[in-house]
């Protein structure tokens, strides 16, 4: 019904057409009548178009009307979508900063050995920058260099100490250390035996590189101490202090605040004394250095030892270098 209402004038129209048809090959009216009814049903037609034709306009009209009704909302609609894109862009970069830091985590006590263990297990890079070195040399270089061999996979391992041979210097770093240290043990420490624990570092980097040349390993000397411990390795980068007694921050790698801080720790390398482990320094050493030996090691490597060490020393320095104990057990 709703059809026929809306399409009434031209079934009309139709119906008329249909008529003058049959009545005209029929025969039953006159030419004349004939001919008024096609007039009749082309005035029809013609009333339809007119008809069709200002619904027609009067839709387009319609339309006109709604597009001016929306042009302000949509040029409003517009301006929000483009508010709303910049705030999705800083919104995406607040995000981005959140997740950056959020991977500088403080740890302590047992968690900062696990986590440097874990990273020991699945490293192929290790850089450490610190004073005498003594967890890298005691527990780090050999476990890192164990498991390479082990799994077959590449190491890269770079240290960077203070001077052994600059008594000053290390007099310096023992003294704040006692300064900030309760412990009895600590201030017994001396500028010799600090200097004992740099030169047994070296000489196991060196013992190292012997035994395994296949590995890049090598040793730095800096001229100014750091208070802290710095430890790098491909999955993170942990910043120690005085030992897992005192908390400790940690920083995934991929991140940017890890990658600038690879950055800094390969610039302060470069700046440093790097000595030269090559064949001919260290070739002679062998899996039990002798006194002999560790002296031509360190004459080789251009380092004076000072007047204050004896073979009794040197004796100690080969323990600490191959047999010492893990210092936080």
Request: no cysteine; net charge neutral; charged share 20%.
């Given at each position: 019904m709703r059809w026929l209402v809306s399409n009434a004038d031209s079934l009309v129209t139709l119906l008329l057409a249909i008529f003058v048809a049959v009545v005209g090959m029929g025969g039953f009216f006159p030419p004349d009548f004939i001919n008024s009814a096609i007039a009749l049903t082309l005035a029809a037609l013609a009333s339809m178009m007119l008809n069709d034709r200002l619904r027609r306009e009067g839709l387009e009209r319609e339309v006109r009307d709604i597009g001016q009704a929306l042009s302000p909302v949509l040029g409003s609609l517009a301006n929000n979508l483009e508010q709303i894109g910049r705030l999705d862009v800083a919104l995406n970069q607040t995000m981005q900063v959140i997740d950056n830091h959020d991977t500088v985590r403080v740890v302590s006590g047992e968690e900062i050995s696990s986590r440097l263990a874990d990273s020991r297990r699945h490293t192929t890079l290790w850089r450490f920058k610190g004073a005498t070195g003594t967890f890298s040399r005691v527990v780090t270089l050999p476990e890192c260099v164990e498991i390479a061999r082990r799994e077959r996979k590449p190491l890269e391992f770079m240290l960077e100490v203070i001077d052994p041979t600059d008594l000053k210097l290390c007099r310096e770093y023992v003294e704040s250390q006692r300064a900030w240290s309760d412990s009895g043990e600590e201030r017994g420490w001396t500028a010799k035996e600090t200097s004992k624990d740099v030169f047994a570092t070296i000489l196991t980097a060196s013992w190292y590189k012997?035994?395994?040349?296949?590995?890049?390993?090598?040793?730095?000397?800096?001229?100014?101490?750091?208070?802290?411990?710095?430890?790098l390795s491909s999955q993170s980068l942990v910043i120690t202090q005085r030992g897992p007694l005192f908390p400790a921050m940690e920083i995934s790698s991929g991140k940017f605040s890890y990658r600038w801080w690879s950055i800094e720790l390969q610039a302060s390398f470069r700046q440093a004394r790097q000595l030269n482990l090559t064949r001919e320094n260290i070739s002679h050493l062998s899996d039990e250095p002798t006194i002999a030996q560790t002296r031509r090691l360190f004459d080789n490597l251009e380092l004076a030892l000072p007047p204050s060490i004896t073979d009794h020393d040197i004796e100690d320095i080969i323990r600490r270098a191959l047999h010492d104990r893990n210092p936080y057990e």
């Open positions: 012997n035994r395994y040349p296949q590995y890049d390993i090598g040793i730095a000397l800096s001229s100014t101490f750091t208070l802290f411990r710095w430890d």
